[in-house]
């Protein structure tokens, strides 16, 4: 593969940012092992002064970085090529801006991707999340371990969105003795919201990936209780965490989350409504003891650590470049056509039921006095 470009990461390092750490660390770290000019340059920076005319600049951030955007904009003379990566998918609008400055999309799933495709015109690519780089190494399954302890990790809006449903589930599995605990580990806003059965743990990323190693499953929920499509199509970056952290993760039986368990040999660990989750929850104590809990982890670690490494997200990435010509890359840019994006009149909509509803009761109550 002949790709002879400099290759700029356009953001603010955040390494508290689970999506930086999974594509921008990754990635980055990746190429500079291969011997390719990487620099991670703040939007605060004059861009242009980064840009060589020597050779192709490929140009990475991310489609919501509204500092990066601009900074790509200030740049008059259009001689690089722009990869905006994707991830939630709340509203086509959201891209807007992202869509003047880009080439080309990337995103972590074929769902994103078929979503993406209905409203954007441009190369959308797939593009795997590496396994977290704050785990560092796969830490083996506890085996001996004498409770059942499972945990649910993420920012508190997921968890609203997706596990409150289960709640009253997992409090059953508490007071029936199928598993010994159940820990969430959030931002500080979850903590007064959880049934007092619960244990609260504040995240913190620098010791994250030790407190992770003390559990047995993991509870992980797409469930859309929000009726949004983004919940729904989230990628399966949890599942790997847990699987890399010496865990087995209990999923939701959405698109992402099937897809990886069925390819990891977990298919029996997905749940597709509150009643089947129940059915594995009191199930896991004789799970956890029996030698398949061993085998079943083995492989899935196996196939995790391999699909999504840091070095197979790169490789993935450098096929991308190299569609756009190696180490010639196409870097005329498209004429952008001006989309319009539905935007849900919500205000009018409800002005106009609310009004209906008045008028019908001052009908009823009119109509009434008439007789």
Not at 157 to 168: G, N, P, R
Request: aromatic residues 12%; hydrophobic residues 40%.
């Amino acid at each position: 593969m002949d790709i002879n470009a400099d290759i700029i990461f356009l953001g603010r390092c955040d390494h508290d940012d689970p999506l930086h750490r999974f594509y921008f660390d990754t990635l980055r770290a990746q190429l500079i092992y291969r011997g390719f000019s990487v620099k991670l340059v703040s939007p605060d920076e004059d861009l242009s002064t980064h840009i060589s005319g020597d050779k192709p600049t490929v140009i990475n951030f991310f489609y919501k970085d509204s500092d990066a955007i601009q900074s790509i904009n200030k740049i008059a003379e259009r001689n690089f090529l722009s990869l905006s990566f994707c991830s939630d998918i709340d509203a086509y609008a959201d891209y807007a801006d992202a869509y003047q400055v880009a080439d080309v999309f990337v995103c972590p799933s074929e769902m994103h991707q078929q979503v993406l495709r209905y409203a954007l015109d441009l190369p959308i690519y797939c593009l795997r999340e590496a396994v977290d780089p704050i785990l560092e190494k796969i830490h083996p399954v506890n085996v001996n371990k004498k409770t059942v302890d499972l945990v649910w990790f993420g920012f508190p809006e997921s968890y609203q969105k997706s596990m409150v449903v289960l709640e009253s589930v997992i409090v059953s599995a508490l007071q029936d003795g199928s598993i010994n605990s159940f820990s969430v580990i959030s931002g500080d806003s979850l903590e007064e919201l959880l049934p007092s059965e619960f244990t609260f743990i504040r995240y913190e990323t620098n010791v994250f990936a030790e407190k992770l190693r003390s559990f047995t499953f993991t509870i992980l929920s797409h469930i859309p209780s929000d009726l949004h499509l983004n919940t729904f199509i989230k990628s399966p970056n949890k599942a790997c965490t847990s699987i890399m952290s010496g865990m087995i993760p209990i999923c939701s039986n959405t698109p992402n989350y099937h897809s990886l368990l069925k390819n990891a040999g977990l298919e029996n660990y997905l749940f597709d409504s509150p009643e089947s989750l129940l059915n594995i929850l009191r199930k896991v104590r004789d799970l956890s003891a029996s030698t398949d809990f061993q085998i079943q982890w083995n492989y899935a670690s196996q196939y995790v650590s391999s699909h999504f490494s840091a070095q197979a997200q790169c490789d993935e990435y450098l096929e991308i470049i190299d569609s756009f010509g190696g180490s010639n890359l196409i870097l005329s840019r498209a004429t952008r056509q001006v989309l319009k994006f539905y935007n849900p009149p919500v205000a009018p909509i409800k002005l106009r039921f609310y009004l209906r509803q008045q008028f019908a009761k001052l009908r009823q109550i009119f109509g009434k006095k008439k007789s």
